[in-house]
């Protein structure tokens, strides 16, 4: 009898000097848009019984509101779906990937919102190493990804996430301080193995 499978993702998170303007921001959005005290992300997601648009995610239901916080975090490459019983398997590929990947540098260069009204986030340049990196999770982790292959973005820290309500993202975007966010370097020296949506294992780069 199969167990039941566990989500799994590859993550970059905080560093460097994008980390206290990150997190200040990511405050200054919370109290002033949310009236909340956290230096998180707020995720506000709307429950619905068919997913309509490929960028939004939903959850299952009728009509409500979910709202709950998320570490900030780079995601890099598609969701892993294992049986935790495996999960060696996954352990020991991220500890094969993160040896083959020297540490690097990732340059922040503009605000994005997808052209639509419910997320904002800090886009990246481009970068061969961190291009590369996702190549490695692909081809070892791959095998583990959903048919249904979800479009890979350009790198990103999300600052709003999924907000039901355009109001907010208007009001959003007038608390953003842009020069506080742009133009900024993150130095990329471990990725993290996320399990159900948490941070659950940390690699260093190069360590071999």
Avoid: C
């Avoid at 566990?6 to 994008?18: A, F, K, P």
């Avoid at 990947?101 to 340059?107: A, D, E, Q, S, Y």
Wanted: zero cysteines; proline letters at 4%; charged letters at 30%.
């Amino acid at each position: 009898m199969s167990g039941k499978e566990i989500e799994y993702r590859v993550e970059i998170h905080l560093s460097g000097e994008m980390e206290d303007s990150l997190k200040e921001q990511l405050s200054l959005l919370a109290k002033e848009v949310y009236g909340k005290e956290t230096d998180k992300v707020v995720y506000r997601v709307l429950r619905v019984r068919e997913q309509m648009n490929p960028r939004k995610l939903f959850i299952p239901g009728d009509g409500e509101t979910v709202e709950t916080e998320i570490f900030p975090h780079i995601a890099l490459g598609q969701k892993i779906m294992i049986e935790e019983r495996d999960e060696m398997k996954v352990l020991q590929r991220m500890e094969e990937i993160a040896s083959a990947t020297k540490p690097f540098v990732l340059n922040s260069t503009r605000l994005g919102d997808y052209g639509e009204d419910f997320t904002i986030f800090v886009a990246f340049a481009q970068n061969n190493e961190a291009d590369n990196l996702v190549l490695r999770i692909k081809e070892r982790l791959g095998e583990f990804s959903p048919i249904h292959k979800e479009k890979r973005d350009v790198l990103h820290f999300t600052l709003v996430y999924n907000d039901v309500s355009p109001a907010n993202i208007e009001k959003a975007w007038k608390v953003i301080e842009k020069d506080k966010l742009t133009n900024k370097k993150l130095p990329v020296a471990s990725i993290w193995l996320w399990k159900n949506h948490k941070p659950y294992k940390e690699y260093t780069l190069g360590a071999s």
